[in-house]
Each structure stands twice: as structure tokens, then as C-alpha cells.
């Protein structure tokens, strides 16, 4: 069953490159934890600690296609300048917590770190398909499937750092391996630009991204609807422990969710179901949205569980395939600026959701279940009515 992914493995560069996307997502997904418990830890505010969460994702978020678009143009070791300038602004950070300044130097360290984030995930993506060739379904399912293994292991690895040393050791060291490893791959692949001027002038849509390509617009909404759809449910499910008196709970069914994407990306990873892109990720928005509806009238933390192990199953065929869908709806030298679209869509989603439900959860947990039930339909009708935008590159609106 994985004899594709041995072989992808035993290529050049592929190890050494899935390890540093292991590390990317890994600390990627642990970041807004080290934040809460450095600054936190600093000032005793929770509220100065979300806000500097806040500045970080914000940060992130806007500067996010700008920093993608750059890569494009220039190539992958501009990556050693995001390395360079992300550590240092994280650095201060770390002086201003030790220092117990006041709240205005951490939100603008905090903005900074976060704006200067290096695009590792996005060029990693483009670079797998030189790394892989004909292999690179399979490099983009491994890929996912390390983001859902990061999403389990990174908030785990800030908090046990946090416990056991400080937690602004902890956020040091999370840092400082999402810039040693963004530097490892502007060092290894980034000798040469990611496309010429020539293929760019080929392939033409030299306009915005997102109106020189539906596709990617499709994809982005949706992304952003099932960024709504699981903001939601990871206070809903917060709130629904805490009144089981076990908040520390809701690790579980939140882990269910990464389980069940885990398993279904490295199975897609295979080539077995012998569908086209389009087709898995319409059917994994459906299976990843009709999932969560029993969450209506479903209150138990078991059963919550199991509902998150089959949406998250959704969520794994859905995002292998739109990993796959990004090499057909966007040109070949925009591939980096498009992923970071993606990504700036889903935080928003997620911002989103978490803020409505956080309003909800004083009416009971059904409130915001209902939120995200909403959210993942809207994704799946999305992604039917669009449908026709998930079309090969050449086709793209000029």
C-alpha cells in the first residue's frame, strides 16, 4: 500500500525535505499556544496575550500573499531573508517578555514576528514537484498528512516546552526551527528561481490572482468556509466539555478531527481510489460537511468524537486533492503566492468562527454547533456551484 511513498522517500532531496515540513507544520500549528503562555507568563493578562496572538495572526495573514508573491519572482532563497528577519523580530519578543515591557512593544513584536513569517509550507509545495515528478500526488498527500500530524504534536510540543524550562524558551525554540528550517530549504533550493520570466510570459495572467484564476478562488472559499466551520467547533467543543467539568477534554474530539484527515491523506497518497482531483475534493467537502450535521441534536463527547473522525476524513481527500487542483488552476510561476491566498483565507475563516462562537457559547454549546453545521454546508455548496472553475491552467481567465 505505501510502496509509493518508499519510492518517493528514496528520491533526492525528499527526505530531507519532508523533515523540514515536518518541522514547519509542526511548530506552525503550535505558535498561537507559545504566544498566549509567553505573554502571558509576562504580563499576567490573558487579554495582552490575545491581542498579541492577534497582531501575530493579523501580521501572518496580510502579508502573507505578498511574501508568496515574492518567492515566485525572485525564487526560494529570499526564504533566508523571512528566516532571518522572522527570528529576530521573534527574538524581541522574547527580550520584551523578559523585560515585562508594556503592551504596545509586544503587539508590535508580535505583528512583526508574524509579518516576516517565513512562506516555508507554500515554497515546499512548489519545490515537491521538482523533488518528486511523476511522484507528486503522492508528495502532496504525505505533505497534508504532516500538517495533520503537526496540528496534533504542536500545540503538545509548546506546552511541554512551556512546563519545562519557560514558556518564552518554548516559544524561542518553536521559532527557531521554523527559521532554521525555512533556511535549510532557501540554502538547498533556492540556487535558482522557481520559474523563469519566460514561463511567466507564457502562461500569462499577470493581473490579481484571484481574478486571473476562478479556480483559486473557488478553493479559497471554500477554504475559508471550513475555517468558519472549525473556529466554531473548537470553542463549541471547549464549551461542552467545561460544562462535562473536564475542559481538558476537548483535546480529544479536536484530535479526532486531525486522526481521521491523517489517515485518509496518506490513503489518498496512494493512487488506489483512481480519481481525478476535482472529483476527490468535491467529494471530500460533501463528506466533510454532511458529516457534521448530526452535531444539531448530538451532546455527547464520545459521539462528538466520532463525528469529528468522519469530517476529518473529509477534510484530509478534500485537501490532498486541492494540493493537487493548485498545479492545474494556477500558473505554474504564481504556485507559492496562491498556496499563501489559502492559507490568509482559512485563518480568516478561523478567526472568524472562533470570535462568533466565542459570542454564542452563553446560549449553550448548540449555538455555535449550529454556526459550524452552516459554515460546512456553505463550503460544500460552494464548492458545487464552482465546480466548473476547477479546470486545467490553460483555461484560465485572461
Known amino acids: 500500500m505505501f510502496s509509493s511513498y518508499r519510492a518517493l522517500l528514496a528520491r533526492a532531496g525528499a ?12 511548530v506552525f500549528a503550535g505558535y498561537s499556544l507559545a504566544v498566549i503562555l509567553a505573554v502571558h507568563a509576562a504580563s499576567g493578562s490573558f487579554a495582552e496575550a490575545g491581542g498579541a496572538v492577534a497582531a501575530f495572526a493579523v501580521g501572518s495573514g496580510i502579508g502573507a500573499p505578498a511574501r508568496g508573491r515574492l518567492i515566485d519572482r525572485r525564487g526560494a532563497r529570499y526564504l533566508f531573508v523571512f528566516a532571518v528577519g522572522h527570528a529576530a523580530a521573534s527574538g524581541a519578543l522574547v527580550v520584551c517578555c523578559a523585560l515585562r515591557v ?25 519545490v515537491w514537484g521538482e523533488v518528486a515528478g511523476e511522484l507528486t500526488p503522492t508528495a502532496h498527500a504525505l505533505n ?12 503538545a510540543m509548546a506546552g511541554g516546552l512551556a512546563a519545562a524550562v519557560s514558556p518564552s524558551f518554548g516559544f524561542a525554540v518553536m521559532t527557531g526551527t521554523a527559521s532554521v528550517a525555512a533556511a535549510f530549504v532557501a540554502s538547498r533550493w533556492g540556487g535558482r528561481s522557481l520559474a523563469s520570466a519566460g514561463d511567466a510570459a507564457a502562461e500569462g495572467g499577470q493581473g490579481h490572482l484571484l481574478v486571473v484564476s476562478p479556480g483559486l478562488l473557488t478553493l479559497l472559499l471554500g477554504d475559508a468556509a471550513f475555517g ?18 473536564a475542559a481538558e477534554l476537548a483535546a480529544v474530539p479536536l484530535s479526532a478531527t486531525a486522526a481521521g484527515s491523517v489517515l485518509v491523506s496518506l490513503w489518498s497518497g496512494t493512487g ?11 467529494t471530500g467537502c460533501w463528506l466533510a460537511g454532511l458529516a457534521l450535521l448530526p452535531l444539531l441534536v448530538l451532546r455527547s463527547i464520545a459521539g462528538t ?3 469529528l473522525v468522519l469530517s476529518g476524513a473529509g477534510l484530509g481527500l478534500f485537501a490532498v486533492a486541492l494540493y493537487e487542483l493548485l498545479d492545474e488552476v494556477v500558473p505554474e510561476h504564481r504556485a507559492v503566492e496562491a498556496f499563501t491566498w489559502l492559507t490568509t483565507g482559512q485563518a480568516a475563516g478561523m478567526a472568524f468562527g472562533s470570535a ?33 472553475t476547477l479546470s486545467r491552467a490553460g483555461e484560465l481567465v485572461q
Open 356 to 388: 462568533v462562537a466565542g459570542q454564542l457559547t452563553g446560549a449553550g454549546a448548540g449555538m455555535s454547533f449550529a454556526l459550524a453545521c452552516a459554515a460546512g454546508m456553505a463550503g460544500v455548496v460552494i464548492a458545487s456551484v464552482r465546480r466548473g
Open 272 to 282: 488506489r481510489l483512481g480519481k481525478s482531483a476535482a472529483w476527490r475534493y468535491l
Open 102 to 126: 508594556g503592551a504596545a512593544p509586544l503587539l508590535v513584536a508580535a505583528g512583526l514576528a508574524g509579518l516576516l513569517a517565513p512562506p516555508l509550507i507554500a515554497t515546499a509545495r512548489r
Open 305 to 307: 468524537s466520532l463525528i
Open 228 to 245: 468558519v466551520a472549525f473556529g466554531a467547533i473548537e470553542v463549541a467543543v471547549t464549551a461542552l466539555c467545561a460544562r462535562a467539568h
Open 15 to 26: 527526505r530531507s525535505l519532508a523533515l523540514a515540513c515536518a518541522l514547519g507544520w509542526l
Open 144 to 155: 497534508g498528512a504532516l500538517g495533520d500530524a503537526g496540528s496534533l504534536a504542536g500545540p
